[in-house]
């Protein structure tokens, strides 16, 4: 899968606030005070950044697959790609750009749904750089965003993938979405799944803000997979509601974990799968209506240790993708 993306427009960041915790645990942010809640930050020095730009890339195709033809592209500084998906019924979807500085490219999916394409974003993170679609957040810490989020060359499908080091508050990336969206990522972590409450990726109406606008995330508590939502800390755990570290979904550590999402705002539903399989106690079907603007994904650590997690072959699309490369 070759990196492929929609361009959208980014928004404000706004002074971080608080919110309620999950057992009233505290945390504050660089530059803040602390506040009461799961998440609660400081405001730090604004900053503005844009990743460079993208780059372009090729895969070949396997038996049974059926390929799209190559992007084409013309225009100063323009870079076309293509790209071929592997396994029987896989589609290739192509594109095309013109322009002074356009990237065209297309995407493969595998598996799953055919989306028609990749129709919000798409990155195997393969191209050299971070795209310059998404952006780091919280804006406070942006200027040292290099401490929390690299390239790694630790790959899912390639040879590259990001890595966050969950060492502060929040590290995350986001880039923007229309209210309705399905998404794939595939992740790791370098340690087992906690007992402590933390985020690994989020839906979110407000500014990209930890602490703004509602916040619908699917991270780790009582040593198994959650969903959580911030305004309230209301909590769906994947063992059907024990707080215990007993049963659940439990991500071990070094190991690629394909998680899909179907995030529903105005129709008030998530839905949540990890290697194929829904996770049926973390759906839900009356969180809203929400009116989304950003995905995120990354590392906010609510209590509980520092995590090292790898994140590669993100796909967000209008239906879902499925768990292929």
């Known amino acids: 899968m070759s990196f492929s993306a929609r361009s959208f427009a980014f928004f404000a960041m ?21 506040g009461s809640g799961d998440d609660a930050a400081g405001p730090g020095p604004g900053s503005t950044s844009s990743g460079p730009g993208a780059t372009s890339g090729s895969a ?18 323009d870079v076309a790609a293509s790209a071929t998906s592997s396994g029987s019924g896989d589609v290739t979807a192509s594109a095309t750009s013109t ?24 990155s195997d993170f393969e191209g050299g750089s971070l795209p310059s679609e998404l952006q780091f957040f919280p804006d406070y ?13 630790t790959g899912h499908s390639g040879t590259h993938s990001v890595k966050v080091s969950g060492t502060d508050f929040s590290q995350m990336l986001g880039v923007a979405v229309p209210s309705n969206f399905w998404g794939r990522i595939y992740l790791k972590s370098a340690t087992d799944i906690q007992m402590g409450h ?17 916040q619908i995330r699917i991270g780790e508590h009582q040593c198994q997979l959650e969903l959580n939502r911030k305004s309230d800390d209301k909590e769906k755990l994947s063992n059907g509601g024990m707080y215990m570290c007993s049963g659940g979904v439990k991500l071990v550590a070094n190991t690629w974990y394909c998680l899909e999402f179907h995030y529903d705002g105005p129709g008030r539903s998530v839905n949540v799968f990890v290697d194929g399989t829904e ?23 609510y209590h509980g240790g520092a995590k090292t997690m790898w994140y590669d072959d993100l796909a967000l699309n209008s239906e879902r993708v499925g768990c292929g490369k």
Do not use: H, Q
């Not at 322009?99 to 394409?117: K, L, N």
């Not at 040292?144 to 790694?152: H, I, K, S, Y």
């Open 60 to 77: 070949s195709s396997g038996g049974g697959a059926t390929t799209g033809s190559a992007t084409t592209s013309s225009g100063s500084g």
């Open 279 to 301: 996770v049926t106690a973390m759906g839900v079907t009356d969180w809203g209506p929400y009116d989304y603007k950003l995905f995120k994904f990354g590392f906010e650590k």
């Open 198 to 214: 933390n985020t690994y990726v989020a839906a979110v109406e407000g500014n990209g803000d930890p602490n703004n606008g509602e």
């Open 141 to 153: 810490l942006r200027p040292r965003m290099g401490e929390f989020v690299t390239l790694d060359s």
């Open 14 to 34: 706004f002074t971080l606030g608080s919110v309620a915790a999950c057992g009233g645990e505290s945390s504050s942010g660089a530059g803040g005070a602390g």
């Open 99 to 122: 322009g002074a500085g356009d990237t065209t490219t297309s995407t493969a999916a595998t598996g799953g749904t055919d989306p028609g394409g990749c129709s919000i974003f798409c």
